[in-house]
Each structure stands twice: as structure tokens, then as C-alpha cells.
């Protein structure tokens, strides 16, 4: 069974830095998605950014990137300029793309505050 | 605006009482499902479905029930609530195939407490 581990509870960064929050995953499958939602205090999930595990490049939303390490099985989100808005939970996310299963697998999240 | 919308945001139950939660979609999505959210345990999942007339449980189904009786609609019915279903309750909704690449389109969530 995949697993999906955020060993980071909680990160600080301060106004306008860049931080990183870490995922790694574990998976015997070849092909699959990897994703990053960002849950601000209003509860509403977002999604950040996604990366198909076939494409070596990694992805990229504006100040949001990814260091994408598949033989790692790393997946770790760099938040760069950051701001007061970019504070919430952040989860990692697993998705098979195997024919047939279509759940999604979540880390337990990382809460990000950004200092003034 | 399309997208998903629960029903309630905020619900207070007493121990052995029942309820049903809403979730409904307007994107034709094929996949819907339901998830807990506890504090230090990430997010659960509760029961999916995959279409009309197919669920299937998840991680942590016991004590819950949900029917799909239409494509838009998938509601959550807790049979007889307990303590510890004390949690933040989200639909979430995608394409199988192709747009489901995507991810997910979340409701806003369901807070629910049982005393």
C-alpha cells in the first residue's frame, strides 16, 4: 500500500524568504501523481501545484515549485518571496494512475506560519 | 459558481442521534468521495464512488453509510453518531480520467461535533 509521510508538523518563514516543506512517499508503482493543496484558515482546500511522475521537469506555479526526486520518492514544495497570505496546512497528496484506482492518499500536512 | 457545496458548515449532534451531510457537484464529475480531517492524522477517506449506483468503502467507513443516486449528489449519512466521529468532514470531487490529472475540486468542509 502507498504511503505518503510529511515529517514536518510545523515551519516557520519569515516575510519575502523561501522555505521548503518536505514529502516523500512510498510506492512499487511506476507511474502516478503527486500534489500539494494548501488549506488556509477558512478550511477550503486549494491546489497548489501537481506533478506527473513520467516528467523529469519539475513543476512550477509562480512562487510555488517543486524538487521532484523519483528514485528518492521525494516531492518537496519550495514556497519562494513568501507572504502573510501563503500561511495555512499544506498536505501532500498521492495519486495512482493505475486503471482503476482513483483515490488519493494524504500526508498528515505541515502548518506554515509567516512572520511579519 | 460551479463547483462543490456541502451542507451544513457547522452541525452539533448528540451521541446516538443521526444526520445526513450533503455534497453536491455541478462538473460531471464521475469520482466523488468523503473525508475526515483530524488533527495529526491528515485526511481519511470515508467512502467514493466512482459513479451512479457504485460506492465502495475507504480507509475508515465504519459508521457511516452514502448512496449515489445521481451522478451530482453524494450524500454522507452517519447512522448513529458517537464522540468520536467528532471531526471536520469534506467532499471531494474529480474526473476519472484525463481532468482528474487535476486533482480534486473540495467543498468547504463540515465541522461537526457530538457531545
Known amino acids: 500500500a502507498q504511503t505518503v509521510t510529511q515529517s514536518q508538523p510545523e515551519m516557520s518563514v519569515q516575510e519575502a524568504e523561501t522555505v521548503t516543506l518536505s514529502c516523500t512517499y512510498d510506492t512499487s508503482e511506476s507511474d502516478y501523481y503527486l500534489f500539494w493543496y494548501k488549506q488556509p484558515p477558512s478550511r477550503q482546500m486549494i491546489l497548489v501545484i501537481r506533478?506527473?511522475?513520467?516528467?523529469?521537469q519539475n513543476a512550477t506555479e509562480n512562487r510555488f515549485s517543486v524538487n521532484f526526486q523519483k528514485a528518492a520518492k521525494s516531492f518537496s514544495l519550495k514556497i519562494s518571496d513568501s507572504q502573510l497570505g501563503d500561511a495555512a496546512m499544506y498536505f501532500c497528496a498521492y495519486r495512482s494512475a493505475r486503471s482503476g484506482t482513483y483515490k488519493y492518499i494524504f500526508g498528515t500536512g505541515t502548518r506554515l506560519k509567516v512572520l511579519a | 459558481n460551479a463547483g462543490v457545496t456541502q451542507t451544513p458548515k457547522f452541525q452539533v449532534l448528540k451521541t446516538g442521534q443521526s444526520m445526513t451531510l450533503q455534497c453536491a457537484q455541478d462538473?460531471?464529475?464521475?469520482?466523488m468521495s468523503w473525508y475526515r480531517q483530524d488533527p495529526g492524522m491528515g485526511l481519511r477517506l470515508i467512502h467514493y464512488?466512482?459513479?451512479?449506483?457504485?460506492?465502495d468503502q475507504g480507509e475508515v467507513p465504519n459508521g457511516y453509510n452514502v448512496s449515489r443516486s445521481t451522478t451530482e449528489d453524494f450524500p454522507l449519512r452517519l447512522l448513529s453518531a458517537a464522540p468520536s466521529q467528532t471531526s471536520v468532514y469534506f467532499c471531494?470531487?474529480?474526473?476519472?480520467?484525463?481532468?482528474?490529472?487535476?486533482?480534486?475540486?473540495f467543498g468547504s468542509g463540515t465541522r461537526l461535533t457530538v457531545v
Open positions: 462538473m460531471n464529475h464521475e469520482y
Open positions: 464512488s466512482v459513479g451512479a449506483g457504485i460506492t
Open positions: 506533478q506527473e511522475a513520467y516528467k523529469q
Open positions: 471531494a470531487s474529480s474526473y476519472l480520467q484525463g481532468l482528474g490529472l487535476y486533482g480534486y475540486t
